[in-house]
C-alpha cells in the first residue's frame, strides 16, 4: 500500500477527560520513508515525547492511526507489541539506558538473545556492531566506566542488533558535548544513508538540522512550518514568527525567545553604534 | 545460560550489599533448620550408643517398655532363667539400670548406670582406655570425658546411686549430651534399690544362625509379661522417641526458620526490583515481555535462595566437623530427609519471594525511559 | 526532622516493608523469650503448685525432672520425726514412655498419697485416683491422643483406666500423670520406694533452718527453689543454645531488612542528598537524617511486633497447646532497646554512604 516506513495519520492523544482532560498532541500526521533522516523539534511541553511514545507503541493514540512497514501498530493487541519493539525498533535515549549490571557487550547482546538469536550468534553479532563503533576494546566495560560519548554508542548497537527498520532517538546528543554529538550524528546518518533505516530524532539541538532530511517544528502538539520559524540570535533557539518577541534592524526582523534575549542584543550594539 | 538468567546473575553479583543481605539471610534461616534437625539426629546417634555397643542382639524389658532413655524397666529376678530356657537363646546376662547422677567433687552429670554381674558376658564398656574392664562391690568404671571435667581419676570415688564408689576403670565413647554411662556392680545396685530380687533388662546373645527377631517373638511368646526387642528394632524406638518429642519443637523452628529466610529474601528481591525499575522499563520499552522480567526476578530469588542452600550447607557441614573436636558431646547428623526438606523449603522460599515483585514488574510503563532526571 | 519523616512515609510500600521487617524480628524475639519462660515455668509446675519448702532426695540427686531418685529406707520416718517439721509429702517420680497411635509421649509419672498431698492441683475433669489401676492425665495429652475418663491405657505392664483429666500439667518432654503411690511401688517392684520428700517447716522454723536440720549424709536437702533452679539449669543445656541462636538469627535479620530498606531508599535519593550537601549541609545533618528514619521504622516496627508476639504466641498456644508462651514485661523492655540497637546499626550502613555523597552529584545526568 505505502512505501513508508512509518505513516502517522490524524493522531491525537487526550489526557484525562471532559475539562479536565489535556490534548497533548493534536491530529499530527507525519510519513517517513526508508533511509530519511526526520528531526521533530519543539519546546518543552511541546508533546514531543507523546508523540515519540505512541510512534514507539510505548503509548496508544487517542484518535488517528500510526502504520509501521504497513503495520497498523496502533491497533495491534498489547500482547503482540513486545514483537514488534524488539524487531522493528532501535530505541536511543538521552540517558542512554544501559543495564548497569551488564557488560557492554551483555547489554547489546542480550536485546538480540531477547529477540530469539541463540547465545553464541547474539554475543558474536554483539561484537561485530561494537567494534564497527569503535567500542572492540570496551566490551567487558561496566557502563559506569564509559564516557558519554561510549555509553551512547553501545545505546546505538544496541538500537541496531535486531535489525530494526525505524530508529527512534530521543536527545540523543543532549547529554554530550559537541563535538561527541556531531560524531554521533554523523554515526545515524551514515546508518540510515548506508543501511536504508530511517531515523526519527526528537531534540533540542540546533546542530542536528544539518544532518537531518527534514525538520519538523512541534509547538502546542501540533506541527508548525519550520518556514514560519526564526533563530534567536541571542541564544540560537529556535522561535516562532507569530508569537515571538521581535525588534527591526536595519530593515531587517530579528525574532526573541525572551525579552531578555532582546535587551541583550539590542545592548550589545549599543557600543557599535555610538 | 539464558539471557534473563545471565540479568539476574548480573543484577545480583554487582550489589554486593544487597547480595551479602539476601544469601546470608537465607542461609542464616537454612542453617537453623538445617542445624536442628542435624542435632537431634545427632542426638538420636547418641542416643543409641548403649544399645548399639552393648553387644546384645534381643533386648528383653517390662512388658510395654520398648526404650531406654531415662524410663524405668523392672522385671522379676526369675525372668533371667525363664529367657535362658527360650531355644535359640546362646546367653543371658542381667543388667540393672537406672538414669541417675553422678556426682565427684563440684562436677554432677545425669549418666544411665548400669548394674553388671561379675561375670557379665556382654553389656559392659566396650572401650576401657585405662585401668579395668569389670567392676567389682563398691567400684565404679566412668565416663573420661566426665572423670576429666571432674579432675578424678582411677582410685579416686565418685556418689551414685547415692553412695560413694571409687573409680576403677575409665571408659571411651561413653559420652553424649545428654548423659554418658556408667558401669557398677550388679549387687551394689540392688542393695541400693532397697534388694528386691529384680533386673532391669536381660541382654540376650542368640545361638549362630538364629534370627534375633524371631527369638524375640519366642521370647515374647514364652515368658509372660515381658517385651523382647532385637537390637535393631529396640534401636529404632529410640531414635523414634527423639523425633517424637522432640517433633513439635522442631516444626516450629522449621516454621520460623521458613518464615525468616521467606522474609529475607521477599524483601531483598522486592528491593532489588525497586531499584531497577528504570531498567525493567528499559527493558519493556525495548521490547522484553513482562515474562521475560518474570524470569529475571525469579532468577534473582533462585539464586540467591540457591547460594544462601550452599552456604547454609557448608556451613552446617563445618559444624558437623569442628563440633566433635570442641569436645562438648555434641555431635550433628545431616540426614538426606532433612536435605530434601530444607531444599524443598528453599524452592518454596524462592517461588514465593518472586511472587511480590510481578506486580511491579507487570505494572511498570515502558515509557519512562523517556523521563528523565527523575528519582524513580 | 521534617525530611527524614517525609523520606520515610512518601514510599509507603517501603515504609512498610521497614516496618514489617522489625516487626517479624521483634515479634520472633519475644515470641522466642515467652517461648523460653512458659517452658521454665512448666518445669517448675509440680514443686511450685505442691506444698513445701525444703526437698529430700537420694544422695548426689539436685534436681528433680532429670533423674530417678530412690531414697534409703527409713528416711521418711526419719524426717517426719525431725523437730520443727509440719508437714511431709512423700512421692515416687518416674518417666515413662506411653505409646498410643505409633506417637511417642512422655509421661512423667507422679505416685503420690491423696491422703498426704502431692496430686493434681487442678483437676479440670473426674476426680483423683482411688484404686491402684486408676489415673489422672494431663488434659492436653489427653486431648491430642483421643482419651476421654473411662478410657483404658497400657502405662508399662499395667492397664490403666483415666478416672480424672489435669490442667497445667503440659511440660518440654510430655505431661504429668498421677497414681497412687502404691501404684508406682508395684509398678517399679520396689516396695517402700520414695523419690523425694517435700516438706513443710512448722511456724517460727525457716526453710533454711529446716534444710540445716535435716541435712544427712545419706541424703540431698535442698530448698525447693535451688531443686527448681537446677532443672531450669537442666533445660537450658537443652534450650538456651537453639533459642540463643534463633533470637541471634531474629536479630540479624531484622538489621539486615532495615539497614537494606534504608539504603535503598538512600541510594534513591542520593541525588536529593547531594543537593542538600551542595546547598552547605553537614554530614552531620544528613546522618540525622538517615537515623531518624531508621528510629522511627524501628518505633513503629517493635510495637508491631510486639502485637505480633502476643498474636503469634496465641496463634501456637490454640495449634499445640502443649507449648506456653509467657511474654513478661521485663522482657519487653528488652526488645525495645534490641529494636533500638538495630535501628543504629542498620542506620551505620547507608550514613556511609551519605557521607562518601559528592556535592558535584546533583549535576551529573
Given at each position: 500500500m505505502t512505501a513508508f516506513t512509518l505513516d502517522v495519520r490524524g493522531v491525537t492523544k487526550r489526557f484525562g477527560?471532559?475539562?479536565?482532560?489535556?490534548?497533548?498532541?493534536?491530529?499530527?500526521?507525519?510519513?517517513?520513508?526508508?533511509?530519511?533522516?526526520?528531526?521533530?523539534?519543539?519546546?518543552?511541553?511541546?508533546?514531543?515525547?507523546?508523540?515519540?511514545?505512541?510512534?514507539?507503541?510505548?503509548?496508544?493514540?487517542?484518535?488517528?492511526?500510526?502504520?509501521?512497514?504497513g503495520i497498523e501498530i496502533s491497533a495491534l493487541s498489547e500482547s503482540r507489541l513486545p514483537e514488534i519493539r524488539l524487531r522493528r525498533f532501535g530505541f536511543i535515549f538521552q540517558d542512554f539506558n544501559l543495564l548497569s549490571a551488564l557488560t557492554v557487550l551483555e547489554n547489546v547482546a542480550i536485546v538480540a538473545e531477547l529477540g530469539g538469536v541463540g547465545r553464541r550468534p547474539a554475543r558474536a553479532k554483539a561484537t561485530a556492531l561494537l567494534s564497527d563503533l569503535g567500542l572492540g576494546e570496551r566490551l567487558d566495560f561496566l557502563p559506569e566506566k564509559l564516557s558519554g560519548g561510549e555509553k551512547q554508542r553501545v545505546a546505538t548497537a544496541r538500537a541496531l542488533v535486531n535489525d530494526p527498520t525505524l530508529i527512534l532517538a530521543d536527545e540523543p546528543t543532549a547529554n554530550l558535548d559537541s563535538k561527541i554529538g556531531h560524531e554521533i550524528m554523523n554515526l545515524l546518518r551514515r546508518i540510515a544513508k548506508d543501511q536504508g533505516r530511517s531515523v526519527v530524532i526528537v531534540s533540542h539541538d540546533q546542530r542536528i538540522r544539518d544532518v537531518a532530511d527534514r525538520v519538523l517544528w512541534l509547538a502546542d502538539g501540533r506541527f508548525t512550518d519550520v518556514d514560519a520559524m526564526a533563530t534567536d540570535p541571542v541564544c540560537r533557539m529556535s522561535v516562532e514568527r507569530d508569537r515571538a518577541v521581535r525588534t527591526e534592524r536595519d530593515g531587517e526582523t530579528f525574532y526573541f525567545c525572551s525579552?531578555?534575549?532582546?535587551?541583550?542584543?539590542?545592548?550589545?550594539?549599543?557600543?557599535?553604534?555610538? | 545460560m539464558s539471557a534473563t538468567l545471565l540479568l539476574a546473575r548480573r543484577n545480583l553479583g554487582r550489589n554486593r550489599v544487597r547480595l551479602l543481605a539476601s544469601v546470608g539471610g537465607v542461609a542464616l534461616a537454612l542453617t537453623l533448620t538445617l542445624a536442628l534437625d542435624a542435632i537431634y539426629a545427632g542426638v538420636a546417634n547418641q542416643l543409641t550408643t548403649y544399645i548399639d555397643r552393648a553387644g546384645a542382639d534381643v533386648w528383653v524389658s517390662q512388658a510395654g517398655v520398648r526404650n531406654l532413655h531415662m524410663v524405668a524397666s523392672w522385671l522379676p529376678g526369675s525372668v533371667t532363667d525363664a529367657v535362658r530356657a527360650v531355644p535359640g537363646v546362646a546367653g543371658v546376662t542381667p543388667i540393672l539400670y537406672s538414669t541417675d547422677t553422678i556426682a565427684a567433687r563440684d562436677e554432677r552429670a545425669v549418666a544411665y548406670v548400669i548394674g553388671l554381674p561379675a561375670d557379665a558376658a556382654i553389656g559392659g564398656p566396650w572401650s576401657v582406655v585405662k585401668g579395668a574392664d569389670r567392676v567389682g562391690r563398691g567400684e565404679i568404671i566412668i565416663d573420661r570425658g566426665f572423670a576429666r571435667r571432674a579432675g578424678v581419676s582411677i582410685g579416686d570415688s565418685v556418689i551414685v546411686l547415692g553412695a560413694e564408689a571409687r573409680i576403677v576403670g575409665l571408659s571411651d565413647g561413653t559420652a553424649s549430651l545428654l548423659n554418658s554411662v556408667a558401669f557398677v556392680s550388679f549387687d551394689d545396685f540392688?542393695?541400693?534399690?532397697?534388694?528386691?530380687?529384680?533386673?532391669?533388662?536381660?541382654?540376650?546373645?542368640?545361638?549362630?544362625?538364629?534370627?534375633?527377631?524371631?527369638?524375640?517373638?519366642?521370647?515374647?511368646?514364652?515368658?509372660?509379661?515381658?517385651?523382647?526387642?532385637?537390637?535393631?528394632d529396640f534401636s529404632a524406638q529410640e531414635r523414634r522417641l527423639v523425633m517424637d518429642m522432640s517433633a513439635d519443637v522442631i516444626s516450629i523452628m522449621n516454621v520460623i526458620g521458613f518464615v525468616v529466610g521467606l522474609a529475607v529474601v521477599a524483601i531483598t528481591v522486592y528491593v532489588a526490583t525497586l531499584a531497577r525499575r528504570r531498567e525493567y522499563g528499559v527493558l519493556k520499552a525495548l521490547g522484553a515481555r513482562n515474562s521475560a522480567l518474570y524470569r529475571v526476578v525469579l532468577g534473582q530469588a533462585v539464586l540467591s535462595v540457591a547460594l544462601g542452600f550452599v552456604v547454609a550447607l557448608a556451613f552446617t557441614g563445618l559444624l558437623v566437623l569442628v563440633l566433635p573436636l570442641a569436645g562438648v558431646g555434641l555431635e550433628l547428623s545431616i540426614?538426606?530427609?532433612s536435605l530434601a526438606k530444607v531444599g524443598l523449603f528453599a524452592l518454596v522460599i524462592a517461588g514465593l519471594a518472586a511472587i511480590l515483585p510481578v506486580r511491579q514488574v507487570s505494572s511498570l510503563d515502558p515509557a519512562v525511559v523517556f523521563r528523565r532526571g527523575v528519582a524513580i | 526532622m521534617l525530611l527524614a519523616r517525609r523520606n520515610l512515609f512518601r514510599d509507603r510500600t517501603r515504609f512498610l516493608l521497614t516496618v514489617a521487617g522489625v516487626a517479624v524480628s521483634i515479634g520472633l524475639i519475644l515470641l522466642l523469650a515467652g517461648y523460653r519462660s512458659g517452658v521454665y515455668r512448666q518445669a517448675s509446675a509440680y514443686l511450685d503448685n505442691t506444698p513445701g519448702e525444703v526437698v529430700v532426695a537420694e544422695r548426689g540427686i539436685r534436681d528433680f525432672l532429670g533423674t530417678s531418685s530412690a531414697l534409703p529406707a527409713g528416711a521418711e520416718e526419719a524426717v517426719r520425726q525431725t523437730p520443727g517439721v509440719e508437714r511431709v509429702i512423700p512421692v515416687i517420680s518416674q518417666f515413662v514412655i506411653f505409646e498410643r497411635h505409633g506417637r511417642?509421649?512422655?509421661?512423667?509419672?507422679?505416685?503420690?498419697?491423696?491422703?498426704?498431698?502431692?496430686?493434681?492441683?487442678?483437676?479440670?475433669?473426674?476426680?483423683?485416683?482411688?484404686?491402684?489401676?486408676?489415673?489422672?492425665?494431663?488434659?492436653?495429652?489427653?486431648?491430642?491422643?483421643?482419651?476421654?475418663?473411662?478410657?483404658?491405657?497400657?502405662?508399662l505392664d499395667r492397664t490403666m483406666t483415666v478416672v480424672g483429666l489435669s490442667d497445667d500439667t503440659t511440660f518440654w518432654a510430655g505431661s504429668i500423670a498421677f497414681a497412687r503411690i502404691s501404684t508406682l511401688e508395684s509398678l517399679l517392684r520396689a516396695p517402700g520406694l520414695r523419690s523425694f520428700l517435700l516438706v513443710t517447716p512448722a511456724a517460727g522454723v525457716t526453710p533454711m533452718a529446716l534444710r540445716d536440720r535435716l541435712a544427712h549424709p545419706a541424703t540431698e536437702v535442698l530448698l525447693k527453689s535451688e531443686v527448681v533452679a537446677n532443672d531450669r539449669k537442666l533445660l537450658a543445656r537443652v534450650y538456651d543454645a537453639p533459642i540463643g541462636l534463633m533470637v541471634a538469627i531474629a536479630f540479624l535479620v531484622g538489621v539486615l531488612v532495615v539497614g537494606l530498606v534504608i539504603y535503598t531508599a538512600t541510594i534513591e535519593r542520593r541525588r536529593e542528598?547531594?543537593?542538600?550537601?551542595?546547598?552547605?549541609?553537614?554530614?552531620?545533618?544528613?546522618?540525622?537524617?538517615?537515623?531518624?528514619?531508621?528510629?522511627?521504622?524501628?518505633?513503629?516496627?517493635?510495637?508491631?511486633?510486639?502485637?505480633?508476639?502476643?498474636?503469634?504466641?496465641?496463634?501456637?498456644?490454640?495449634?499445640?497447646?502443649?507449648?506456653?508462651?509467657?511474654?513478661?514485661?521485663?522482657?519487653?523492655?528488652?526488645?525495645?532497646?534490641?529494636?533500638?540497637?538495630?535501628?543504629?546499626?542498620?542506620?551505620?550502613?547507608?550514613?556511609r554512604l551519605v557521607a562518601h555523597l559528592e556535592p558535584a552529584e546533583v549535576f551529573r545526568g
Open positions: 477527560d471532559g475539562a479536565a482532560g489535556v490534548e497533548a498532541v493534536r491530529g499530527v500526521s507525519l510519513a517517513v520513508e526508508p533511509g530519511e533522516i526526520v528531526l521533530i523539534m519543539g519546546p518543552s511541553g511541546s508533546g514531543k515525547t507523546t508523540l515519540l511514545s505512541m510512534m514507539g507503541a510505548l503509548l496508544r493514540p487517542t484518535t488517528g492511526s500510526i502504520h509501521l512497514d525579552r531578555g534575549c532582546r535587551e541583550e542584543f539590542l545592548g550589545r550594539l549599543v557600543p557599535s553604534t555610538g | 540392688r542393695a541400693m534399690r532397697g534388694g528386691a530380687p529384680v533386673v532391669s533388662y536381660v541382654l540376650v546373645k542368640v545361638a549362630p544362625g538364629a534370627s534375633p527377631e524371631a527369638v524375640a517373638a519366642a521370647i515374647e511368646r514364652q515368658v509372660p509379661s515381658v517385651t523382647a526387642q532385637s537390637k535393631t540426614s538426606a530427609a | 511417642k509421649d512422655g509421661f512423667f509419672l507422679v505416685g503420690y498419697d491423696p491422703a498426704r498431698g502431692g496430686g493434681p492441683w487442678k483437676l479440670a475433669a473426674g476426680r483423683e485416683p482411688a484404686a491402684d489401676h486408676e489415673l489422672v492425665i494431663d488434659r492436653t495429652a489427653a486431648d491430642q491422643h483421643g482419651i476421654a475418663i473411662g478410657d483404658a491405657i497400657s502405662v542528598y547531594g543537593a542538600i550537601k551542595a546547598i552547605g549541609a553537614r554530614n552531620r545533618a544528613l546522618y540525622r537524617v538517615v537515623t531518624i528514619q531508621a528510629f522511627i521504622a524501628a518505633a513503629i516496627g517493635a510495637i508491631a511486633g510486639v502485637g505480633l508476639a502476643y498474636g503469634g504466641g496465641a496463634a501456637m498456644m490454640a495449634w499445640r497447646p502443649q507449648f506456653r508462651v509467657d511474654i513478661e514485661p521485663a522482657a519487653i523492655g528488652v526488645v525495645l532497646a534490641a529494636s533500638l540497637l538495630m535501628a543504629l546499626v542498620a542506620a551505620l550502613i547507608p550514613a
